[in-house]
């Protein structure tokens, strides 16, 4: 019987049915997450498992414990290779891979500098025994003797640590504690004194010194304090970081250029197309009293790739919808702002979780619909389409061969001409980027495949050309205006930009009687009826200057019209084009078809800077214009293109309409204009 009543007395163990401590045990948490789930088990034991709060609870443990806390991925930091990645990878990318090469660049110099360290005491002796045992841990130690030899060198270089006597001559400790934040506010101080006192360190401390150490000085006391201080070193960096985002039409390799980033680097990948969004929930995460509440989809994510310093792709930025349910792209402040999401706080969780480490990158196909709060968070990097010779080189070496594995033509290649490529891209395919010649390619390895099936290798054994392709695609798809020698009067030819690239177009004028209207066809946006109407008002006030009749305008009517009228067209860059059509006609004047002009036009007639320089260009290359006209303010874009692509038509660089016009009204060498 007594023993019977030892054992009713001893004390039970709580029961751990699910495993659910061992697993907290194992998983290393942080304090406080470990403070939270010990709190979640406690209160799972006191409740009967057949009860919602119990499954509410569980599934929140698991939630935490599944997530990545501490669990990182070690950078690959030799930028040789991650250049090769690239350059193994893709092609045509220009300045994009020198920018992504800058932006690694800074990350591998960073991560490999050695943590620098200043050492400030009176006694010789006691900076010679302080640099000799710190240096030995591989730091960079600098001394001084007092505060103004600190300051003197904090003038020269930045140092991460500097450990400093509190009593010295002619500028103690605590005075240089407060002069040198002034200048390097992110350094951290270590105090040393022989006459600690309680207020002394208070004082220290509050006046920011991370630790305060007493003499004698313990020397693994000291080497923690120092490592201590050193830990938010990387964090710090990771939290000024930018956040690169990559703005360009569809097809030119953004999210192919994040994965090559991930490769380089040696990081995981997750790439999360926001063109769905439209809950600011789905971000956030929801709260665990609601039925079916989960965290968001930025901790989903890193539950899913099991670290949390992944190369992170928030794809489609542009795409984000707003309505009742809140706004996400505000909600995309908190994850992108460098202040703020060390800490970011998921509804669901409750709790801070570091996102420091991840190296968010967005992609857009243009920043106009950005919010302007989110979009000065991004540092936009600039996408442009592809010439025809960068696309016929990423045809034939990566999609052509990608294709022909993909549909069994292997045993062995067929071969495919470039001629063959070239006609796809001119006549089949009307993009900046390569997905639908992608798809072309596609279409004619399933036409040969088939042919192979049916007929075996000699069905296909001829090489595929130019005309090979045009049979085995059928008609052209696309038609592409040429800009043709001679002129008309009343005609122009422009560059205009799309989302698809750069494209030729004619501008039309004619004059007819009638009350003195301006009419305006062919599907034209708000910016473009503006600019005509500035170049018109700009004709008629400068008319003794220009040639032209200063009453053309009464009793007259102005009809101007660009072809293609189904296609919705904007934008400010046909001003000029619409000002030589119009002095063209008013004149009597025939314009060259083969000078291609792209400018917005002010009311005094500057020729003001226009974007989408490289695709106007490069739809000149392709039209075969004899010559381009530009503003003046584009000469850095001209000179950026003319280092990617070869044999650019002559570009001519004006300020004023007057220049143009002078281009423009010239007839070509040994051939007249003929109306």
């Given at each position: 019987?007594f023993?019977?009543?030892?054992?009713?007395?001893?004390?039970v163990?709580?029961?751990?049915?699910?495993?659910?401590?061992?697993?907290?045990?194992?998983?290393?948490?942080?304090?406080a997450?470990?403070?939270?789930?010990?709190?979640?088990?406690?209160?799972?034991?006191?409740?009967?498992?057949?009860?919602?709060?119990?499954?509410?609870?569980?599934n929140?443990?698991?939630?935490?414990l599944?997530?990545?806390?501490?669990?990182?991925?070690?950078?690959?930091?030799?930028?040789?290779?991650?250049?090769?990645?690239?350059?193994?990878?893709?092609?045509?990318?220009?300045?994009?891979?020198?920018?992504?090469?800058?932006?690694?660049?800074?990350?591998?110099?960073h991560?490999?500098?050695q943590?620098?360290?200043l050492?400030v005491?009176?006694?010789?002796i006691?900076?010679s025994?302080?640099?000799?045992?710190?240096?030995r841990?591989?730091?960079?130690v600098?001394?001084?003797?007092?505060?103004e030899e600190?300051?003197?060198l904090?003038?020269?270089?930045?140092?991460?640590?500097?450990?400093?006597?509190?009593?010295?001559?002619?500028?103690?400790?605590?005075?240089?504690?407060?002069?040198?934040?002034?200048?390097a506010?992110?350094?951290?101080?270590?105090?040393?004194?022989?006459?600690?006192?309680?207020?002394?360190?208070v004082?220290?401390?509050?006046?920011?010194?991370?630790?305060?150490?007493?003499?004698?000085?313990?020397?693994?006391?000291?080497?923690?304090?120092?490592?201590?201080?050193?830990?938010?070193?990387?964090?710090?960096?990771?939290n000024r970081?930018?956040?690169l985002?990559?703005?360009?039409?569809?097809?030119?390799?953004?999210?192919?250029?994040?994965?090559?980033?991930?490769?380089?680097?040696g990081?995981?990948?997750?790439?999360?197309?926001?063109?769905?969004?439209?809950?600011?929930?789905?971000?956030r995460?929801?709260?665990?009293?609601?039925?079916?509440?989960?965290?968001?989809?930025i901790?989903?994510?890193?539950?899913?790739?099991?670290?949390?310093?992944?190369?992170?792709?928030?794809?489609?930025?542009?795409?984000?919808?707003?309505?009742?349910?809140?706004?996400?792209?505000?909600?995309?402040?908190?994850?992108?702002?460098?202040?703020q999401?060390?800490?970011?706080?998921?509804?669901?969780?409750?709790?801070?979780?570091?996102?420091?480490?991840?190296?968010?990158?967005?992609?857009?196909?243009?920043?106009?619909?950005l919010?302007?709060?989110?979009?000065?968070?991004?540092?936009?990097?600039?996408?442009?389409?592809?010439?025809?010779?960068?696309?016929?080189?990423?045809?034939?070496?990566?999609?052509?061969?990608r294709?022909?594995?993909?549909?069994?033509?292997?045993?062995?290649?067929?071969?495919?001409?470039?001629?063959a490529?070239?006609?796809?891209?001119?006549?089949?395919?009307?993009?900046?980027?390569?997905?639908?010649?992608?798809?072309?390619?596609?279409?004619?390895?399933?036409?040969?495949?088939?042919?192979?099936l049916?007929?075996?290798?000699?069905a296909?054994a001829?090489?595929?050309?130019?005309?090979?392709?045009?049979?085995?695609?059928?008609?052209?798809?696309?038609?592409?205006?040429?800009?043709?020698?001679?002129?008309?009067?009343g005609?122009?030819?422009?560059?205009?930009?799309?989302?698809?690239?750069?494209?030729?177009?004619?501008?039309?004028a004619?004059?007819m009687?009638?009350?003195?209207?301006?009419?305006l066809?062919?599907s034209?946006?708000?910016?473009?009826?503006?600019?005509?109407?500035?170049?018109?008002?700009?004709?008629?006030?400068?008319?003794?200057?220009?040639g032209?009749?200063?009453?053309?305008?009464e009793?007259?009517?102005?009809?101007?019209?660009?072809?293609?009228g189904?296609?919705?067209k904007?934008?400010?860059?046909?001003?000029?084009?619409?000002a030589?059509?119009?002095?063209?006609?008013?004149?009597?004047?025939?314009?060259?078809?083969?000078?291609?002009?792209?400018?917005?036009?002010?009311l005094?007639g500057?020729?003001?800077?226009?974007?989408?320089?490289?695709?106007?260009?490069?739809?000149?290359l392709?039209?075969?214009?004899?010559?381009?006209?530009?503003?003046?303010?584009?000469?850095?874009?001209?000179?950026?293109?003319?280092?990617?692509?070869?044999?650019?038509?002559?570009?001519?660089?004006?300020?004023?309409?007057?220049?143009?016009?002078?281009?423009?009204?010239?007839?070509?060498?040994?051939?007249?204009?003929?109306?």
């Amino acid at each position: 019987m007594f023993f019977r009543k030892q054992e009713l007395e001893a004390p039970v163990q709580p029961a751990d049915p699910t495993g659910l401590r061992e697993k907290c045990r194992q998983a290393e948490l942080p304090e406080a997450v470990g403070v939270a789930v010990e709190s979640e088990i406690s209160r799972m034991e006191k409740t009967d498992a057949a009860v919602a709060e119990y499954s509410i609870g569980l599934n929140y443990v698991e939630t935490l414990l599944s997530l990545p806390w501490n669990a990182v991925t070690q950078d690959n930091l030799d930028l040789a290779q991650a250049a090769e990645v690239f350059d193994g990878s893709h092609a045509g990318l220009g300045q994009v891979r020198e920018r992504v090469l800058e932006h690694l660049a800074s990350r591998v110099l960073h991560s490999k500098r050695q943590a620098s360290l200043l050492i400030v005491d009176d006694e010789p002796i006691a900076r010679s025994n302080l640099r000799h045992v710190l240096a030995r841990e591989g730091y960079a130690v600098e001394v001084a003797a007092n505060g103004e030899e600190a300051m003197a060198l904090l003038a020269r270089q930045e140092f991460d640590c500097i450990v400093t006597d509190l009593k010295m001559d002619r500028m103690d400790g605590m005075q240089l504690l407060e002069a040198a934040r002034a200048v390097a506010p992110e350094t951290k101080f270590i105090l040393v004194t022989g006459y600690a006192t309680v207020d002394t360190a208070v004082q220290a401390l509050k006046t920011g010194a991370v630790h305060y150490l007493s003499k004698p000085i313990d020397l693994n006391e000291l080497r923690e304090a120092v490592r201590s201080a050193l830990l938010s070193r990387t964090h710090r960096y990771s939290n000024r970081s930018p956040i690169l985002c990559f703005v360009g039409p569809p097809g030119v390799g953004k999210t192919s250029v994040g994965k090559a980033i991930a490769e380089a680097l040696g990081r995981r990948f997750y790439r999360m197309s926001l063109a769905d969004l439209r809950d600011e929930a789905e971000l956030r995460g929801h709260r665990r009293t609601y039925v079916g509440a989960m965290p968001g989809r930025i901790i989903q994510a890193l539950k899913s790739v099991g670290v949390r310093n992944p190369v992170f792709m928030l794809d489609e930025m542009d795409k984000i919808g707003q309505d009742v349910k809140g706004d996400p792209a505000m909600a995309m402040l908190e994850i992108l702002d460098p202040e703020q999401n060390a800490r970011y706080v998921d509804r669901y969780l409750e709790m801070p979780f570091d996102l420091s480490e991840v190296l968010f990158i967005a992609t857009a196909n243009g920043v106009e619909r950005l919010a302007g709060p989110l979009l000065d968070r991004l540092e936009v990097v600039q996408f442009s389409g592809y010439s025809e010779g960068e696309k016929l080189d990423i045809a034939t070496r990566f999609l052509l061969p990608r294709q022909l594995r993909g549909h069994g033509l292997i045993s062995p290649y067929p071969t495919i001409l470039p001629e063959a490529l070239v006609r796809i891209i001119r006549e089949y395919t009307n993009e900046s980027g390569v997905r639908g010649l992608e798809r072309e390619i596609a279409r004619m390895c399933r036409k040969l495949a088939r042919l192979r099936l049916d007929g075996g290798a000699e069905a296909v054994a001829a090489p595929v050309g130019s005309e090979g392709a045009a049979v085995l695609l059928g008609p052209a798809r696309f038609r592409h205006d040429d800009a043709k020698a001679g002129g008309l009067v009343g005609t122009a030819t422009g560059l205009v930009w799309s989302e698809t690239g750069g494209e030729i177009i004619f501008v039309e004028a004619t004059r007819m009687r009638g009350p003195g209207q301006l009419i305006l066809t062919g599907s034209l946006g708000g910016v473009l009826k503006e600019s005509a109407q500035i170049a018109l008002s700009f004709i008629r006030s400068n008319a003794g200057t220009l040639g032209v009749e200063p009453d053309f305008f009464e009793g007259h009517d102005i009809h101007i019209h660009i072809p293609a009228g189904g296609i919705a067209k904007d934008g400010p860059s046909a001003g000029l084009t619409i000002a030589v059509a119009l002095v063209s006609l008013l004149t009597g004047r025939p314009a060259r078809s083969d000078v291609a002009l792209s400018g917005e036009l002010s009311l005094v007639g500057r020729v003001l800077p226009v974007s989408g320089v490289r695709e106007k260009i490069l739809a000149a290359l392709r039209g075969r214009a004899a010559m381009v006209v530009l503003p003046e303010a584009n000469a850095a874009d001209v000179e950026a293109l003319r280092e990617s692509v070869a044999d650019l038509p002559p570009v001519v660089l004006v300020g004023r309409v007057e220049q143009a016009l002078a281009v423009v009204m010239s007839s070509q060498e040994g051939e007249p204009c003929t109306e």
